[in-house]
């Protein structure tokens, strides 16, 4: 992961490139979604320090998608950023049909 992108629009094809496994993929789906529908009941209940299981309930999903499907090092290390909007993206690439997974 040498490379640095100047944009999101550079990063999004390499990230894609580090998701080939369907079963990584699928992992990063459902922590995604598990993601968003915490945010959502955080905000409708008012238990705030549920915002601080976010983390960990996306991550343990997409992570171990990567160390034991993958077999690569995820994007998050070296490029947060992107690499947070990219599972956004991708979880909507799948949701719309644009990604099999």
Same mark, same amino acid.
């Given at each position: 992961?040498? *490379?640095?992108?100047?944009? /999101? &629009? &550079? /990063?999004?094809?390499? %990230? ?6 369907? =079963? ?6 459902? #922590? ?5 529908? =915490?945010?959502?009941? =955080? ?7 549920? /915002? ?5 309930? #996306? ?5 171990? #998608?990567?160390?034991?499907? *993958? ?10 950023? %992107?690499?947070?909007?990219? $599972?956004?993206?991708?979880?909507? $690439?799948?949701?719309? #049909?644009?990604?099999?997974?």
């Amino acid at each position: 992961m040498s *490379e640095q992108f100047q944009s /999101f &629009e &550079e /990063f999004y094809p390499f %990230y894609l490139s580090q998701h080939q496994n369907r =079963t990584c993929k699928r992992l990063h789906f459902v #922590g995604t979604l598990l993601v968003i529908l =915490t945010a959502v009941f =955080t905000v409708w209940s008012q238990k705030w320090w549920f /915002f601080l299981t976010l983390p960990v309930i #996306g991550y343990s999903f997409a992570w171990t #998608g990567h160390f034991f499907f *993958e077999k690569n090092r995820p994007a998050t290390f070296t490029y947060f950023r %992107y690499s947070l909007l990219a $599972d956004f993206v991708m979880f909507k $690439d799948i949701l719309v #049909g644009n990604i099999r997974s």
